[in-house]
């Protein structure tokens, strides 16, 4: 009545209705008949809510509250109080028996969710129950209002802790959505609730007791293998990051997904060539680096999976180098890094500077060119030489034809390394490659793009000009340095 009978609000009640009914009455073995009558009841009304995630949640959730929830709270009473048990029990098994589903639709899996219904849970019942009443005052428009008030606070409360909780470093383990990670989590669910669960026949001296004693033990066992995998990954990627490093390198593509993020090193001084589409892997790969300050930022053009990560680096940066500004978006997403005390610098041919013991030069865009005046035409191109670092160019996502009027104009030489415009797209130059004549070719690219980068003829043009074409979709995060006068590669996994 209060919030319209939606197809959501109907399952989400019954389901509830379901599990609460079964858990006073003390039935668990009828609350799994009841469960299962009114979710056949429910599809046979709906058929299309059995695709649906949320039908699948509301029916686990509910499953798990009459069915895993009671063992749980007796398992782990034997080291805490039972009111404390089964407070945890009951939004552990929701998580348990939900984990599984979530993984195939979603690349998130909570590890503070237990945390936060636990500290969200006693204010839900207090804004319910005097939210109803002020819905019940309504003719009463001053009551009305001091009881809507008064339940403000305990859904502040909630609302608070999710957001708080949603922030905490580590707060979400990252796996790709699909069948693989929902065996993988529906795997590591059971052997937490084998583990918590610790069944009485377990200490009994029969073959049921030593099966289960056994199961007990694999359960743990798994469990033990899996936190200090993820414990070794987490120090690897976080104060031990930089030993995945080797000192010699001086120009980094960072693996953003579709996206380009190139490092540039000379002496204690660096530089970023765009910043991907997302801040998220252009942090870790920053920080597997050891970097935490930045020089020069170069915003080539500001297409999202170019700029999309600038919150990474915001407040770490000294100066900015950008490309023409055309939008009122782009033109505050400057202000905002200039509020940060970033100094602001159009880009254009001709500028150059000094980057540590290195130099850098700006080879396009023209000054005051109207052919290409905005997008990615007229994308910065940066070269980079000297102080240990590879003679190296970045050609942003320029077409071919600006390819061709970039080649007229700087009288391009050889390159050691030169970053492929446009993540490897069909729109190249062939001119401009072969006078480069580079040794390595860097495209940053997503695995499986909905564009088909890098395509076919661009890495056929490339071998044929004999560059090693390096891709960040395949090997994910590539260094180059110089040693000797030879250029060395290493890369974060091995191509295919």
């Excluded at 987490?234 to 930089?242: I, K, N, S």
């Excluded at 100094?343 to 290195?358: F, I, K, N, P, W």
Aim: glycine share 10%; charged share 15%; proline share 7%.
């Amino acid at each position: 009545m209060l919030v319209t009978p939606e197809p959501s609000v109907i399952r989400a009640a019954v389901m509830a209705a379901v599990g609460m009914l079964t858990v006073l009455l003390g039935r668990p073995s009828a609350g799994a008949g009841m469960l299962a009558l009114c979710a056949t009841g429910i599809l046979i009304a709906d058929p299309w809510l059995a695709a649906t995630p949320g039908f699948a949640l509301s029916v686990a959730a509910s499953g798990a509250l009459i069915l895993l929830a009671p063992p749980l709270a007796r398992g782990m009473s034997r080291v805490m109080p039972e009111p404390v048990a089964l407070a945890v029990a009951v939004p552990l098994a929701a998580q348990l028996a939900c984990g599984p589903i979530i993984a195939l639709f979603s690349e998130q899996q909570s590890l503070v969710g237990i945390a936060a219904n636990l500290i969200a849970a006693p204010a839900a019942p207090i804004a319910t129950v005097i939210g109803l009443l002020a819905c019940v005052a309504a003719p009463v428009p001053a009551l009305a209002d001091l009881l809507a008030s008064s339940a403000w606070l305990p859904a502040a409360w909630i609302a608070q802790t999710a957001t708080t909780t949603a922030r905490l470093p580590g707060a979400q383990l990252l796996l790709p959505a699909g069948i693989g990670s929902a065996v993988l989590v529906a795997l590591l669910s059971t052997c937490v609730a084998i583990v918590v669960i610790r069944s009485a026949a377990s200490r009994r001296p029969t073959a049921t007791g030593r099966w289960a004693m056994a199961l007990q033990r694999g359960a743990a066992a798994t469990l033990i293998t899996v936190v200090s995998l993820a414990g070794a990954r987490a120090l690897l990627d976080g104060p031990l990051a930089t030993a995945t490093a080797p000192d010699g390198w001086s120009i980094a593509a960072c693996d953003v997904g579709q996206g380009d993020a190139v490092v540039v090193r000379s002496a204690t001084r660096v530089a970023l060539i765009d910043t991907g589409p997302d801040p998220a892997p252009l942090t870790a790969c920053l920080r597997s680096l050891g970097i935490e300050h930045l020089d020069l930022l170069v915003l080539t053009h500001y297409d999202l999976d170019h700029v999309g990560g600038v919150e990474a680096v915001r407040g770490r940066v000294d100066a900015v180098l950008h490309g023409p500004v055309s939008e009122a978006d782009e033109r505050r997403l400057l202000d905002d890094l200039a509020s940060t005390g970033a100094e602001l610098r159009q880009a254009s041919a001709g500028q150059h500077g000094m980057l540590g013991e290195a130099t850098w030069r700006v080879l396009w865009p023209q000054p005051h060119s109207v052919a290409f005046p905005e997008g990615n035409d007229a994308s910065v191109v940066m070269e980079f030489e000297g102080g240990g670092v590879p003679r190296s160019i970045s050609l942003g996502d320029l077409s071919a034809p600006s390819q061709r009027m970039l080649l007229r104009a700087a009288r391009l030489g050889r390159y050691d390394v030169v970053k492929v415009s446009h993540h490897g797209s069909a729109d190249q130059a062939p001119e401009l490659y072969e006078a480069v004549q580079a040794r390595a070719a860097l495209i940053g690219v997503g695995a499986d793009n909905d564009y088909g980068h890098p395509r076919s003829e661009t890495l056929d043009l490339l071998g044929a000009t004999g560059a090693r074409v390096l891709r960040t979709d395949q090997s994910g995060r590539i260094l180059l340095g110089l040693h000797d006068g030879e250029l060395r590669v290493w890369t974060e996994r091995a191509p295919p």
